[in-house]
């Protein structure tokens, strides 16, 4: 990235640097701003994903001030464009998570707590910035991405002094059980077994509708083991695997692929190839129920096996 000094100084974070070459030398945040959208992000996002709070203390006020004359010149835009309903247009392609949610993902919780401190007292807080926004298009918010995630901490610090919503969905009707149990088969290093006894425990989010698609999702047999428990409290004795009996999944092989008259090896290998392609993505190619249920584990196998970081 071909960058100016005060680009530089941003990257390297070098606070005293870049606050000397705006604030004395004149150096021009605008140019700046134009230049981190060359490469697809800003100087709001880049302070929020790399954890700079120095630079957050000084560029939030600027950024806040500049959006705000942005909206005021731009009254006739109203009718289409509201900056405080959408944050994925305005040529941020590709980008759907707001500068809060970038901060939730990489567990800055000093980030997260110095912008909602910033707009307590200043009315409504703009989507791009509030814990609770859910993006138009995967319908995530903070909580289901701290979740997701895997951080505990993050969590908990979201639930106990944010008032952060952990009871909706996602555009793929997934709440943050669900998308922990997909998460937690992911990455077993992280701490989803704490985050869903917390779930349950604490937050109280409600299971029954969906606990057969958690189920199926686990694979952690400690938090298995637990929920297991939790639905016997409630009357549910179904196990993990009689679930698993239940929408019992059905690979097949197109007919084009191997004929019953031509069982050559190159067929056969390329059929192998295929079934361990699905084994280890856990692609569904069929299902069969009684009730056709399986909605919300297919859409959070689509979801969390594309191995988003």
Do not use: W
Request: net charge negative.
């Amino acid at each position: 990235m071909n960058v100016s000094l005060l680009g530089y100084a941003l990257l390297n974070d070098r606070f005293k640097a870049f606050k000397h070459l705006h604030c004395e030398i004149g150096a021009s945040l605008e140019a700046l701003e134009d230049l981190m959208e060359k490469y697809n992000t800003s100087i709001i996002e880049f302070i929020c994903t790399k954890g700079l709070i120095q630079f957050l203390h000084y560029y939030l006020p600027i950024y806040d001030k500049n959006q705000f004359e942005k909206k005021n010149k731009e009254p006739n835009c109203t009718g289409t464009f509201d900056f405080d309903q959408t944050f994925a247009i305005d040529g941020k392609m590709g980008r759907i998570l707001t500068p809060m949610q970038l901060a939730v993902e990489k567990d800055h919780i000093n980030i997260v707590s110095f912008i909602l401190d910033y707009y307590v007292n200043k009315g409504p807080i703009p989507n791009e910035f509030s814990v609770n926004y859910q993006d138009e298009i995967t319908g995530q918010n903070c909580a289901m991405i701290a979740c997701r995630k895997g951080s505990f901490r993050m969590v908990k610090f979201l639930f106990e002094h944010c008032k952060a919503d952990f009871h909706s969905v996602n555009l793929r009707n997934e709440n943050v059980l669900v998308i922990t149990a997909a998460a937690s088969k992911l990455n077993k290093n992280k701490d989803h077994y704490k985050i869903f006894v917390y779930l349950i425990e604490t937050v109280k989010v409600d299971f029954y509708a969906v606990y057969e698609d958690i189920l199926l999702l686990l694979e952690d047999e400690k938090i298995i083991k637990y929920f297991q428990t939790i639905l016997e409290q409630y009357g549910i004795t179904e196990s993990k695997s009689f679930i698993e009996g239940k929408f019992k999944i059905n690979y097949f092989t197109p007919p084009n692929i191997i004929q019953a008259n031509d069982m050559s090896s190159n067929n056969l290998q390329f059929c192998n190839s295929i079934i361990d392609d699905e084994n280890k993505q856990s692609v569904l190619s069929d299902i069969r129920s009684d009730d056709g249920r399986m909605t919300v584990f297919f859409a959070s196998i689509l979801s969390y096996f594309d191995r988003s970081s």
